[in-house]
Structure formats: structure tokens, C-alpha cells
């Protein structure tokens, strides 16, 4: 089937810094995209999405960007903290689908360094 | 607020053992409910979707199946394990064909 990927496995950024980490996705069809976070050991927590009508939202420092015509995603963490260390998740998903699931990419491990 | 749980936390089980694994959601009705199994630095894989009591959708043929016998409760069942059962399985729950919270997780390690 069509998934979702992220570019990068692993980003380590320095507290403070801002991260970005991005999503390509493939499907088309896809109107529905969220950004996980995942702690060691616990399930995914979900973050922000967005709707394929818009492309950017802003969170409480997190801004997910869309791109449609690229078929790209991203999702930037400002002045990032230890805290934000995790691995993250884009989904996707078209809504023309039904009750199945997301489509879910690798993930990408965000390291802070102090 | 809505609240999901999913039980036990970790599961050492031998190979050919049966499974069952639980989970129940708080605060809302007739949700839609999700298995999801994900291996060790790795992504998620769907496994089975329920849109109400006694409604399953197989994503994938495994040795592994699913129950709803109520509202807010899905289970995941085994007859007997395999080594490749092993890894983190997640429920999790969503309304309105959109955002899908998840639950803490199982680990699961068959031996």
C-alpha cells in the first residue's frame, strides 16, 4: 500500500534550538495528517494535526507545515527542551477510507543535547 | 475527559501459550477501536479495527484475533503464541474518523 515516510531516522538538536523534522507522504488522496510523540516505553501521544484545507497550524510551540503540492509534511519544535526528546510519528490518512487506521511512517528519533 | 487502558503493562508468555490482552475506554460511547503491534524501532502496524460491539476488520492474516463484547472494551486473543507475536501492542480509540488516541501499551516478549 502507499505510506508515509520521514527522512530522517535520528535528529539531535541543541536545548534551546528549534527542530524541524520532516514527513514525505505518498498517497495523494490523504486529507488528514497528524504528528505523534512517543516516549520510551509508552504509547503515541498525539501532538497536532491538520487538515489538507489548510497548510500550517500552530500549537503551543509546534507549527505543523503542509505542503500538497510536494506531498511533504513537517512539524517544528520551538526552543526545544529535554522534554521533547522522543520519537515522532506523522499519520496520514484519507477520510474517504472509513474507520481504518493510520498510515504510519517510521519515525524519527529527536535527541536534545544539553 | 476520555481516558483508555490497556492491561497488563508487560507479558512474558512461552511460545504456544495462549494471549489475551484488554483494553477499555473511559468518557465517550461507541468509539471506534483500534489494535496496533509495533516492533522494536519501528513504526505501527495495524492489526484489527472495530466500529462497534461485535464488528472486527482483519488488517492482516496472523495467528492473532480480536473481540469486542462491549462497547468500550477490546480484546486481542491468541490460541497459541509465536516468537514473531512478540513486541508493543498499543489500542487506541478515535471518533469521527479522525484523531486516534492510544493507550499506554503492552509489551509482550514470547519466550
Known amino acids: 500500500g502507499e505510506s508515509v515516510g520521514l527522512h530522517l531516522p535520528t535528529l539531535s538538536v541543541q536545548e534551546g534550538d528549534n527542530s524541524i523534522i520532516n514527513c514525505a507522504y505518498s498517497n495523494s488522496a490523504s486529507d488528514y495528517f497528524i504528528w505523534y510523540k512517543q516516549e520510551s516505553g509508552k504509547g503515541p501521544q498525539f501532538i497536532i494535526d491538520i487538515r489538507s484545507n489548510m497548510d500550517k497550524r500552530q500549537g503551543q510551540r509546534v507549527t505543523v507545515l503542509l505542503n500538497k503540492t510536494v506531498k511533504h509534511l513537517s512539524l517544528q519544535i520551538a526552543a526545544t527542551q529535554p522534554g521533547d526528546s522522543a520519537v515522532y510519528f506523522c499519520?496520514?490518512?484519507?477520510?474517504?477510507?472509513?474507520?481504518?487506521?493510520?498510515?504510519f511512517g517510521k519515525g524519527t528519533h529527536l535527541i536534545i543535547q544539553p | 475527559s476520555q481516558t483508555i487502558h490497556q492491561w497488563p503493562a508487560t507479558l512474558v508468555q512461552p511460545v504456544g501459550s495462549p494471549l489475551s490482552l484488554e483494553c477499555t475506554v473511559e468518557g465517550t460511547s461507541n468509539p471506534n477501536l483500534y489494535w496496533y503491534r509495533q516492533a522494536a524501532g519501528r513504526g505501527l502496524q495495524l492489526l484489527f479495527y472495530?466500529?462497534?460491539?461485535?464488528?472486527i476488520s482483519s488488517e492482516v492474516p496472523q495467528n492473532l484475533s480480536a473481540s469486542r463484547p462491549q462497547d468500550r472494551q477490546f480484546i486481542l486473543s491468541s490460541k497459541k503464541l509465536l516468537l514473531s507475536d512478540s513486541g508493543f501492542y498499543l489500542c487506541a480509540w478515535s471518533h469521527h474518523l479522525r484523531t486516534q488516541y492510544f493507550g499506554p501499551g503492552t509489551r509482550l516478549l514470547v519466550l
Open positions: 472495530s466500529v462497534g460491539i461485535g464488528q
Open positions: 499519520a496520514e490518512k484519507w477520510s474517504g477510507g472509513g474507520a481504518d487506521g493510520l498510515t
